[in-house]
């Protein structure tokens, strides 16, 4: 099974401040990664899909890139709304496999 | 508009079968694909499987043995049923549409819990 490492595993940022999450795959999965935002006790929202795609009605703050098989996620200034948790997923071969997930705070 | 709700026992004994259903509004089953995900309760996402729209199924390799997968698609309907349960199968149980292998819109989840 593909392994995703998620990192870090939890951060505290202040409003306004640029915010970046990665996911590192275990092996080539193209651009074949999504990520969600998940606030508690309410279900995962698609953010990102294909690498790089915005999801429907998703703010432009957020982005997603790509660097061989390491994958960003960057909120490019983090509001009061943003705080959650934060989850990668890859695509590219079943079983498909999350990653562990960073908890977003505000400082 | 999409909508998919769970629905479950809530509560099962371990050693037991449990038996999930996903009913589906707004979409065609023979269109869309459907997963299913699972959280333990303080813990992450866990990718469960997916039957997609020409009804092949794809499964969790350390749940492929005690998980089988099917679908009504006259009722708009996906069922799951995992056998032999223990307590750390105790999670809430998400479904979810498949466009492609990315989940976009999600059910509100079901709790299960495994105890006697």
């Known amino acids: 099974d593909i392994q995703m490492t998620q990192s870090p595993a939890s951060l505290s940022a202040s409003l306004e401040e640029i915010v970046t999450i990665t996911c590192q795959a275990s092996?080539?999965?193209?651009?074949?990664l999504a990520w969600y935002q998940q606030k508690p006790g309410k279900s995962p929202q698609l953010l990102i899909y294909g690498a790089t795609s915005l999801a429907d009605g998703v703010p432009s703050r957020f982005s997603g890139s790509r660097s061989g098989t390491q994958y960003s996620l960057k909120i490019s200034r983090l509001q009061v709304e943003d705080p959650g948790i934060y989850y990668c997923?890859?695509?590219?071969?079943?079983?498909?496999?999350f990653g562990a997930g960073t908890k977003l705070e505000l400082k | 508009q999409v909508q998919l709700k769970e629905s479950g026992p809530g509560l099962v004994q371990p050693s037991r079968t449990l038996s999930l259903t996903c009913t589906v509004s707004g979409f065609s089953l023979t269109s869309y694909g459907v997963s299913w995900v699972r959280q333990p309760p303080g813990k992450g996402l866990e990718w469960i499987a997916a039957?997609?729209?020409?009804?092949?199924?794809d499964y969790n390799s350390a749940l492929k043995s005690r998980l089988s997968f099917s679908r009504d698609t006259s009722k708009s309907q996906v069922l799951l049923k995992m056998n032999s349960l223990q307590t750390e199968d105790t999670a809430m149980y998400f479904c979810?549409?498949?466009?492609?292998?990315?989940?976009?819109?999600w059910g509100q989840g079901v709790m299960v819990t495994v105890s006697s």
């Open positions: 997923l890859q695509g590219y071969s079943a079983p498909y496999t």
């Open positions: 979810a549409r498949l466009p492609y292998y990315y989940p976009d819109y």
């Open positions: 092996q080539d999965i193209g651009n074949w």
């Open positions: 039957i997609w729209s020409g009804g092949s199924t």
